[in-house]
């Protein structure tokens, strides 16, 4: 057995307690914090393992991450998206695909409370500590409506953290627009992620073959897209009240951004040990080196205080159970997608001036800088289409993107 098959078997983790535990922001976010030094130590075994390791996914479990944003009958924090995005800037300070994994899957608890109740009964049936991975990337298969419900027979790419979960989401544009819950017992994985980034969140190919699903397990996406999913009723969480394109790459977003302030942190660190090799001067007394500081150092502080602002008005129109504008949607997809451009450029820059010693695997910067790179191309984040969808609302064209 490789170590990937030994370490997927190696999660059936019981929780210390089904009680219901109240944590404040503030308490979360520190907790956060406390694992950069963890993560960053771990990260080089963590990214040769592919997946997060045992240890690392049990004191995310322990210390309640996956937990957030799940509603709270069960098993729920009381917190909501927003500290989900802060907790993932800092996890990614220390390593940013261990930070995705625990985004992932604490938005995705979230998710669930989308679905109608018999679906989160069955899910956290027998523990609150459960996880899910989704699959949106449809590589060929189909799909046959049944009285029983949907048999699936597939497969989906980008899988994140599914060798970590206990149950797997997949997205059907075939006939329906729906979102399909299967457990993980189902799910055959297809070992293909050897990827240049983001290699240790575990994004495999998932392989179904003509699994059932039932109809309390099939959700309308229309529903959680236009904010009018069971979760608006049930739930006190704003983002259960809001269209989920607005806000849905927040924390992808904010994991990248973390990543690239991790890059900072470590030449804030490292640098005053640094001579330049031709002039022998001390590296942090160069202006140009000082220069390339600042202006990363701004790039991500325009980053998170854009994704902030997003929260706010998140929180705000949420409260209020208003409608946004499209006008509005646009434009926070437009600041989302920006961040992460912005973040681009911080890290590029740090790497650039990180120096030769940089390209080395036992680099922070350099793994760092590769799970920017590899993160930036998922899907909810790419950064041409909210532009275009902005300047089409912006000028009175009807938008021509679901993601919006």
């Not at 040769?48 to 944003?69: G, H, M, N, S």
């Not at 907790?87 to 992932?104: C, K, Y």
């Not at 575990?202 to 699903?213: A, E, F, I, T, Y």
Request: charged share 25%.
């Amino acid at each position: 057995m490789t170590e990937l098959a030994a370490a997927a078997t190696s999660f059936a983790v019981e929780p210390e307690s089904n009680e219901f535990e109240k944590i404040s922001r503030e308490e979360m976010i520190a907790r956060a914090k406390a694992f950069i030094p963890i993560l960053r130590e771990r990260a080089a075994r963590t990214e040769a393992l592919r997946q997060l390791p045992q240890d690392t996914y049990e004191d995310f479990r322990r210390a309640k991450i996956f937990r957030i944003a799940q509603p709270a009958p069960y098993g729920g924090v009381g917190l909501d998206i927003d500290t989900i995005n802060d907790v993932v800037f800092e996890l990614a300070r220390g390593d940013p695909s261990a930070a995705w994994v625990a985004g992932f899957f604490a938005l995705h608890n979230h998710t669930l409370g989308t679905y109608e109740k018999a679906a989160q009964d069955e899910y956290w049936a027998d523990s609150f500590d459960r996880n899910m991975a989704t699959a949106s990337a449809f590589v060929r298969g189909g799909f046959e409506d049944t009285d029983q419900g949907v048999i699936v027979t597939g497969e989906w790419d980008f899988s994140s953290g599914i060798p970590n979960a206990d149950w797997l989401q997949i997205y059907r544009f075939e006939g329906k627009t729906q979102q399909l819950l299967i457990p993980r017992h189902s799910v055959e994985i297809v070992d293909v992620w050897h990827t240049m980034g983001a290699r240790a969140t575990g994004s495999n190919r998932v392989k179904l073959d003509k699994v059932l699903v039932p109809p309390h397990r099939c959700l309308d996406a229309t529903l959680a897209a236009r904010g009018q999913s069971y979760g608006r009723k049930a739930y006190p969480s704003v983002y259960y009240k809001l269209p989920s394109p607005m806000w849905g790459g927040s924390g992808v977003a904010s994991i990248i951004v973390g990543a690239a302030q991790g890059m900072i942190d470590c030449l804030v660190e490292q640098a005053p040990r640094r001579r330049e090799m031709t002039t022998g001067e001390k590296f942090i007394e160069r202006p140009a080196n000082q220069r390339r500081l600042a202006v990363s150092s701004v790039e991500i502080d325009s980053a998170r205080l854009l994704l902030k602002e997003n929260s706010r008005l998140c929180y705000e129109r949420g409260m209020a159970e208003y409608e946004p504008t499209m006008l509005e949607r646009a434009t926070m997809r437009r600041n989302m997608t920006y961040c992460v451009k912005l973040a681009l450029d911080a890290s590029y820059r740090i790497f650039e001036v990180a120096g030769a010693h940089a390209i080395y695997d036992e680099s922070h910067i350099q793994r760092a800088y590769r799970d920017v790179s590899a993160m930036s191309h998922a899907l909810a984040i790419t950064w041409d289409v909210p532009l275009e969808q902005y300047g089409r609302v912006a000028w009175g064209l009807p938008p021509n993107s679901p993601m919006l």
